[in-house]
């Protein structure tokens, strides 16, 4: 199975901040990268797909970019709403992976 | 609006067997893979099964592979996981999953499994 390696694990923000999470996949995606949000209790909901495509209603805040086996996730300029746990997730080969997360928490 | 309801979990013994269920709403049910995907109390997601839109192709994540069998009824706007020989391992939240994107762009609240003597 392809591992994904997300960086960091926690992330400490403020409002305001532009913050960078970096999900490392051990062999070759391609660009079949996603990214997902989760709150406590709450199931992820799909910000990005396919590395950079910004999934319908989520704010143009939300970034993302790589390719091969390093991606990013950029929020600018964070939002109260933002705090939350971060997870990517490869769909390139037929057995899908998540990454371990990153939480978001405020400094 | 697009909704997913899961059910059928509850609290089973080990070895015992289990299915659960999605009810699909407020889409064009054929046109989308669907996908379940479990969460464990702390952990992150993990993917547990695809089922394209006709079901004929199927794919299962390797902890559950000779175990869950995931099936769809396209009349009625269903997709089921069977689950055998369940462990305390498969102990999680289970969610099913529209495949509009990734392993999904809309999901279910989630229905709970417990394996437990």
């Known amino acids: 199975d392809i591992q994904l390696t997300q960086s960091p694990s926690t992330l400490s923000a403020s409002v305001g901040d532009r913050v960078t999470i970096t999900c490392r996949a051990s062999q070759n995606v391609n660009k079949w990268l996603a990214w997902y949000q989760q709150r406590p209790g709450k199931a992820p909901k799909l910000l990005i797909y396919?590395?950079?495509t910004l999934q319908y209603g989520v704010p143009r805040r939300f970034s993302g970019s790589g390719a091969g086996t390093e991606f990013t996730l950029t929020i600018n300029s964070v939002q109260p709403d933002d705090f939350a746990t971060y997870y990517c997730q490869q769909y390139d080969d037929w057995s899908w992976t998540f990454g371990q997360g990153t939480k978001v928490e405020v400094k | 609006q697009v909704q997913l309801e899961e059910s059928g979990g509850g609290l089973v013994k080990p070895g015992e067997s289990l299915t659960l269920s999605c009810a699909a709403s407020g889409f064009s049910f054929i046109n989308y893979y669907m996908t379940w995907i479990r969460q464990a109390p702390g952990k992150g997601p993990e993917w547990i099964s695809y089922i394209s839109e006709t079901g004929d192709t199927k794919y299962y994540g390797a902890s559950v592979r000779g175990r869950f069998i995931v099936s769809r009824d396209n009349d009625k706007d269903l997709v089921h996981l069977e689950m055998d020989n369940l462990r305390p391992e498969d102990s999680a939240i289970y969610y099913c999953?529209?495949?509009?994107?990734?392993?999904?762009?809309?999901w279910g609240r989630g229905t709970l499994v417990t394996v437990s003597s």
């Open positions: 396919a590395t950079s």
């Open positions: 999953g529209r495949g509009g994107a990734a392993a999904g762009d809309e």
